[in-house]
């Protein structure tokens, strides 16, 4: 358990559809971040928000939504989503500031049909 | 920006015997060095990391090891066991933010 809450497990959604994904820490940090992890592709990284700020938005199409009410919730808004949209979708959060430890959700796996 | 490489890309080891898995990066102003594994199931949990200061750090049976002249860091595994399959990721941040940039993983299988 890394502190790290995402909701939910799995996910199947047409293409039509909006769904939401949810993260929630309650680790202290003011950090949080939203990656994207396809199969033999690195890590992406795709926002990061520091106070609640978006800090990067790394060229994500604005059928990824992202929202951080507050330093200790993170969501992603999805709608319209294509079929290699389907990833494991993880959340982060850390300290601010620079080199830190990353603590990791355990991931939304999104199957895209 | 930074770009980090990692290899191999899968690694198979007998049990017992050691794993060492190398990352290269571009930015000569990162450093910090985290490794992360990630098991079935679970997204990737930290499992030592190494700042430039230092050439080399040990937890047990897992060490880093960090070459800033010729930017590279490996992780190294010593007396294998099964649990320690995985994905192992590296990373490294750019100068400038608080983000990570990931290599591409190694899958690591201990066979018993």
């Known amino acids: 358990e890394t502190g790290v809450t995402q909701t939910p497990r799995h996910l199947v959604m047409g293409m039509t559809n909006k769904k939401s994904l949810k993260c929630e820490q309650h680790?202290?940090?003011?950090?949080m971040y939203w990656y994207k992890q396809s199969a033999k592709k690195p890590l992406e990284l795709m926002f990061v928000?520091?106070?609640?700020?978006?800090?990067e938005n790394n060229s994500v199409p604005s059928r990824f939504s992202p929202e951080c009410p507050n330093s200790s919730h993170l969501f992603l808004h999805l709608h319209t989503l294509q079929p290699e949209d389907s990833a494991l979708y993880l959340c982060a959060s850390s300290r601010t500031g620079p080199h830190t430890e990353a603590f990791f959700g355990q991931g939304t796996r999104l199957t895209v049909v | 920006g930074e770009n980090v490489e990692q290899h191999p890309s899968t690694l198979s080891v007998q049990e017992g015997d050691s794993a060492v898995i190398k990352c290269t990066y571009s930015?000569?102003?990162?450093?910090?060095f985290p490794w992360y594994k990630q098991e079935l199931g679970k997204g990737p949990q930290l499992i030592i990391d190494?700042?430039?200061?230092?050439g080399e750090k040990k937890d047990q049976r897992i060490a880093v090891t960090l070459n800033k002249t010729a930017k590279h860091f490996s992780l190294h595994i010593t007396e294998t066991q099964p649990e320690d399959s995985a994905v192992y990721f590296c990373?490294?941040?750019?100068?400038?933010?608080?983000?990570?940039?990931f290599g591409a993983g190694t899958i690591l299988r201990v066979k018993s």
């Open positions: 928000y520091n106070f609640k700020e978006q800090t």
């Open positions: 930015d000569s102003a990162s450093n910090y």
């Open positions: 990373a490294a941040p750019p100068e400038y933010g608080n983000k990570l940039v």
């Open positions: 190494i700042r430039s200061n230092v």
């Open positions: 680790l202290g940090h003011n950090a």
